[in-house]
Each structure stands twice: as C-alpha cells, then as structure tokens.
C-alpha cells in the first residue's frame, strides 16, 4: 500500500494523491475486516494488498467518461488489482469512502493549525514576559483610559490563543469521525465490525449512527473553531495597525533593509502582514456561513454540500495555516518602543489618574456626586488648556486641607495601577 501522507505541507493534504492515497487505505482496510468476517479469501486479500495502487492522471480520464469520482478510482484500481477487485468496496457506498476519507484529511489538517497556534503563543509569551512592567496607556474607546503595561496587552493575546487552541483540538477530536455504514446508514450489506476496523486502523471513531453521509453539523462546527481562530488573529492584526499609526507609534511590524512602504512616499512603514491578516479573516467568515448552509441535506443525503467543501476546507485551512504563521514572525519581530509609550502617557497631563482621585476624594469625606463634579471640571480643564491636572486639584479650595501631598503623590503614581500584575501573569499560566 502506499503509505499515509504525513508531511508537514497543508497544501498536500488536499492534493488528489493524497486524498486518493487515504481512499485505497480505507479499502484495503475494509478488505481486511471482511476477511476476518470470511468474506473475503486469504489470496485475494494479499493480492490486493500487494496490487492496489491508482494513477491520478488515469482516474482523472476514466472520470471524464463516466463522471463519478469514486467508480472512476475504483476502476483504475481493479486495472492493477486484476479479478480479485470485486471484494474492493463491497457493500460500501461512495459516501462512506468520501467522508471518512475527509475526516482523516480535516485532522491532518487540524494538527498542522494546532501547531501554528502553538508557535502564536510561544511568540506572545515571550513577548509578555519581556515587557511584562513596561508601562503603557490603556485604551477605551480608543482613548486613554487608565496604564496597563505592554506585557499585560500581549498576555491577553496568550490566553486568547489557548482558548483557540482548546477549539482546535476540540474541532479535531469532533470531526475525527468515520463512517462504512452503507446507500443510507443501516448497515443492511455491511457488517458494523468493518466500520469499527477501518475506524479503529484511521485513528477515527465510528459515528454512533450515520444516514449516507456524515452529518454536517460536525463540519460546521470545524469550521466554526477555523472562523473564531481567523476572528483572533484579526483582533491582534487590528490593535497592532493601531500601534503602529503615527500618532501613537507603540509598536509597529519589523521594517528589514530594503523593504519599500510605498511606490510615491520613500518614508512610508507600513503594517501590510496585519493589514493582509484582516482581509484573510474575512474570507474565513464567508466560508463559515457556507458551512453551517450545509448542514441542512435533504433526507437521508443529497451533494449540495460536496461542491461547497472542496473549495471551503482546503481554503480556509490553508488561509488559516498561512495567517498564523505570518501573525507568529509578526510577533516575534515586533518592534517596540517603551520611550514612545511613557510620552504617550504624559500626553494627557496627570488625567488618567482620574478615578484614582475620585476614590481618594470619596475616601476623605466627599460625597461621589461632589467628588466626581470636581475631578471632571479640573479634567475638562486639563484637556481645554493642557494643564497639569494635579495643579489644578491642589489649587481648588474645595480640596485645598482635606487631601495631603502625600495623598497626592500615592494616587499620582504609575504603580498603584500595576499591583496585580504578577497575580494575572500566574492566572494566565505566565
């Protein structure tokens, strides 16, 4: 027989020689089974063992003749097999070679996009580990907020991926189903025992029950796991084009020698790897809502879903494993600028210490109504007239006796908004 792919390439898994080369195993392996039930002889069972093998070129002219994908690698397997090709596919049903066969190329597929997420957390770890106290603004809204640090950001990142990465695996081991269950699922001309066997031997589980086709909420919900995915890598390839942009330049994708931004303006950096990645999500979202159409068949089955899968699974597969790769070197050559980040802090002159003074106030007697008036007219001041913001506040009569310099330097500092960041880092796995 000729050996299972297992390669690294997810392009190669949606080759015909693959999908092919898993459609002979799966007969050959339900040859097997039948000869334990004595269905099938001994010799017969070696000489396909040792004949079987299929040519793509050929199968792709018998399939012009006879259009019907299976009878056509059928046929051009018997011509190497010779008379002992009539136990090939006995009591098997085109369905229950295309679908087992796809799910052992969906879990080929899964394992190569288990390991690019893993690569993405990896590079987020380290990432956060490296500025885990390098103070930066908060944004709500997309304006300053309160600090966090850069190593705070990129740990959420971290745990977004690993939820992606349980999807994942949970989407493999659901679509790590096989069927040989016959025209439509009773199994009147096949012994359930060949199912198991040839499930068992794919490293599959036999679906418990089965009409002519698998049911397609399976591959729905694989695609589901493939769109979120797409969706996180869309969410860091956003926040990292806003980073870069010139007013706030935080960080910004690695520029190497010789790299050109724009064929007009010689100065131009800009974030195309993030930019690429947001589009790719895009396509990932259509080929879900194509996915979850599918669900619905007529009856027992009907092939309104087989046009669509053969382009959605590869693509989305293939764009999936492509943009993890790329949002992986993104991260780990993102170039990043702690000195930027504290001028960004200093740009809104003591603001962001907004609620840390509300509490304060509150703490020493003030009602919240009284307290949040007076922070927010000194804060509207501060943005009006660029003032510094403390000033303002020791300067008011109203707070003028009742709050300490001391209390000011306390609520005024950077680290009170950093306390917990050691705890959220174990919480995380960090």
């Not at 596919?89 to 899964?110: E, F, K, P, W, Y």
């Not at 987020?124 to 997309?142: D, L, Q």
């Not at 396509?283 to 996915?291: F, Y």
């Not at 007239?385 to 109203?398: G, I, M, Q």
């Amino acid at each position: 027989m000729i050996p299972r792919y297992t390669g690294a390439e997810m392009g190669a898994i949606w080759t015909d020689e693959n999908k092919y080369r898993i459609w002979l195993e799966i007969e050959v392996l339900a040859c097997e089974a039948m000869h334990k039930l004595r269905l099938v002889p001994a010799a017969d069972l070696a000489r396909i063992k040792k004949r079987a093998r299929f040519d793509v070129a050929r199968i792709e002219a018998i399939e012009a003749e006879v259009n019907h994908d299976v009878i056509a690698f059928l046929t051009n397997v018997a011509e190497y097999v010779g008379p002992s090709a009539r136990y090939i596919h006995r009591g098997l049903t085109s369905s229950d070679v295309l679908d087992t066969a796809l799910a052992v190329q969906m879990t080929q597929a899964a394992d190569i996009l288990i390991r690019d997420v893993k690569a993405v957390i990896k590079a987020a770890a380290a990432k956060a580990r490296t500025y885990k106290h390098t103070p930066m603004m908060g944004r709500s809204h997309g304006i300053h907020a309160e600090p966090i640090t850069f190593g705070l950001k990129m740990a959420v990142m971290f745990d977004e991926f690993n939820r992606a990465l349980q999807r994942l695996k949970s989407a493999r081991a659901t679509v790590a189903t096989g069927q040989l269950s016959g025209a439509v699922g009773t199994h009147a001309h096949l012994d359930p025992f060949v199912e198991r066997y040839v499930c068992r031997k794919l490293k599959l589980k036999p679906a418990p029950i089965s009409t002519q086709v698998l049911q397609r909420d399976l591959h729905a919900e694989y695609m589901a796991a493939i769109a979120l995915t797409g969706a996180s890598v869309e969410r860091w390839a956003v926040e990292f084009r806003h980073l870069q942009r010139t007013e706030v330049r935080e960080a910004e994708e690695f520029f190497s020698v010789g790299q050109k931004g724009s064929s007009a303006m010689p100065h131009k950096r800009n974030p195309i790897t993030a930019e690429k990645l947001t589009g790719l999500a895009r396509l990932l979202r259509g080929n879900l809502m194509a996915a979850l159409d599918n669900v619905a068949l007529w009856h027992e089955r009907d092939i309104s879903h087989s046009s669509v899968e053969r382009v959605i699974l590869p693509d989305s597969t293939i764009a999936l494993d492509h943009m993890l790769t790329q949002l992986a070197k993104l991260v780990k050559g993102l170039q990043v600028y702690p000195e930027r980040m504290r001028a960004n802090i200093a740009l809104s002159h003591g603001l962001i210490h907004s609620q840390q003074v509300l509490l304060l106030l509150t703490d020493q007697g003030f009602s919240r109504e009284d307290a949040y008036r007076l922070v927010q007219k000194h804060a509207m001041r501060a943005w009006n007239e660029s003032a510094d913001f403390r000033s303002l506040l020791e300067a008011d009569p109203e707070i003028a006796g009742k709050v300490s310099a001391k209390d000011f330097d306390r609520v005024f500092d950077l680290k009170a908004h950093f306390k917990d960041v050691d705890r959220t880092f174990k919480a995380v796995g960090l």
